[in-house]
């Protein structure tokens, strides 16, 4: 294998690769035993796995610079044609449901495989292959719109990422300057923003009806992989935060607006919880590197393995360039068993937690892949997912200090009590968006009075010191998972729960929580929701009671940690 920049990206002959399957899959149908049957079941795997590689490769490629014309024009192509590759390797997969070794697959495998197979069953037809294309090139369309915005603050010409840097000065004015800027930027793409997200809720409501699904809420749960739970345990979910999480959030900012010494907390303070000086890391991206080997080599052998794998092909790219897409992501090539960070450092403690949450991500992907054959067993649904990425960043807290020196305590402040009052902003995107497809029609207008409704709810202490445009809702557009990846957002609230649990067994007995972290990762996606969970020892978020149990382990944490 070679490192990512020097891996060779070749274009799918689509043609040939639907040929290929149509084949194989005839071949399966004619198979005369199960291992036969079987093995040409992972010839599909692995032509699939080889599409999938080139479009990530791709697709990462475009990501680093948006304005390449030629992974552009690459991503287009993907948009056109792997739906209807994804649809002809559906079909290979749905032959098992009718094959007379389907009960040796299930034994082999588990039932989950089949399970997951019958709900795609619901969610991809033909009949939607249009509507997936545009919608993908919808996606494209806002990647692309979000990573040209620019504005200049200070001599610096800044994208999203750059300006929050200002953002979170230790000058209250210099923040109140960038927040302004900030806002301008929303506010300035604020119509197209609109225009391209009723684009998008046109497609995916006709993609429901298409699929004769009740509303799209129902298809987006299929997608995600929901099926042991649906909108109803979700909402109380989010009634729990309502009852336990949120006024003990507000009892923090009230904290945090004494220690800061100001009248009254204003949005862009929110980031700021030290009065004496920030959390950022002590070194630049190179440092930061070293500082993770040393503490991956030092967690476990199974962190050591990973992330001199991932020093070794160079699977990052972390650094904030121009015309380079939005946040962070970790993402896999299955074709060479490898993860791949990407990422926008902006010198802030975001970059550190990119080295512990998107590492935790990769760790489990690359360990996942070499314990599970199937391609569909490599990632679990996303509120698993999280709490391999969330978990991580707690495990790592003991090396803390070679990122932060003196302000390690209260960068371990800091994070964890953010962890807990993100969580009402989580359940405010999540509400936001049942409430949308529910009803698709709204006006932007609508929208946005929904949405500032909302926040008064869940986070009663938001104040935008009169900027008009976010004061009458404008704020939600800033949340990309709303327009790429419908109701992927409660999965991180979810997930943190029960990461707050695990951390009070780390506290306990590292060892043991670190194997039951580990056979969580090792187990992928080979089981539903709530069996894994049970595998790593986990109570549901659902269960009434355990919110409550995880504030109390996070409250305890911060009485012993160091203000500042």
Known sequence: ????????????????????????????????????????????????????????????????????????EEIKFFNQELPGIMLIAKKGREAILKSKFKEDFDKEFGKH????????????????????????NLKTDFTKKMASC????????????????????????????AFKVFAKMYEDISPELDELYDKMLSVRVKMSKKLKFSNYIELAYLNRGRLDYGPKEVELFRNQVIEHIVPVCKKLYQEQEKALGVDKLKYYDEEIMFANGSTNPVGDKSYMLKAAQKMYRELSKETAEFFDFMLEYEMFDLETKPNKHLGGFCTVLPKFKAPFIFSNFNGTSADVDVLTHEAGHAFEAYTSMREQSLFEYVSSTSEINEIHSMAMERFTYPWMEDFFGENVNKYRYSHMAKSLMVIPYMCCVDEFQHEVYK?????????????????????????????????????????????LYPFYYIDYALAQICVFELYGRMKENKEAAWQDYYNLCKAGGSKGYFELLGLANLKSPFEEGTVQKAVDIVLDDLKTSVMG
Not at 24 to 41: G, M, R, T, V
Not at 113 to 136: P, W, Y
């Open 150 to 177: 620019k504005a200049m603050f200070k001599g610096d010409e800044c994208n999203f990422y750059g300006i929050l840097r200002y953002m979170q000065s230790l000058d209250r004015e210099e923040r109140k300057e």
């Open 113 to 136: 495989f089949t399970d997951t197979i019958k709900a795609s069953q619901r969610t991809m037809n033909f009949k939607v292959m249009l509507s997936l294309i545009k919608e993908n």
């Open 439 to 483: 009803t698709p029609k709204m006006t932007a207008k609508e929208r946005r009075s929904l949405w500032r409704g909302l926040e008064k709810k869940y986070m009663p202490w938001r104040d935008y010191d009169g900027n008009k445009f976010f004061e009458e809702g404008g704020f939600w557009m800033q949340k990309q998972h709303i327009f």
């Open 1 to 72: 294998m070679n490192k990512f920049k020097q891996l060779v990206y070749i274009r799918p002959n689509v043609k040939e690769v639907k040929k290929e399957f149509k084949t194989l899959i005839k071949h399966f149908k004619k198979a005369e035993s199960y291992d036969k049957a079987k093995q040409i079941y992972f010839l599909e795997q692995n032509l699939f796995e080889n599409v999938a590689t080139n479009y990530i490769i791709s697709d990462v490629r475009n990501k680093i610079n948006t304005s390449d014309e030629f992974y552009e």
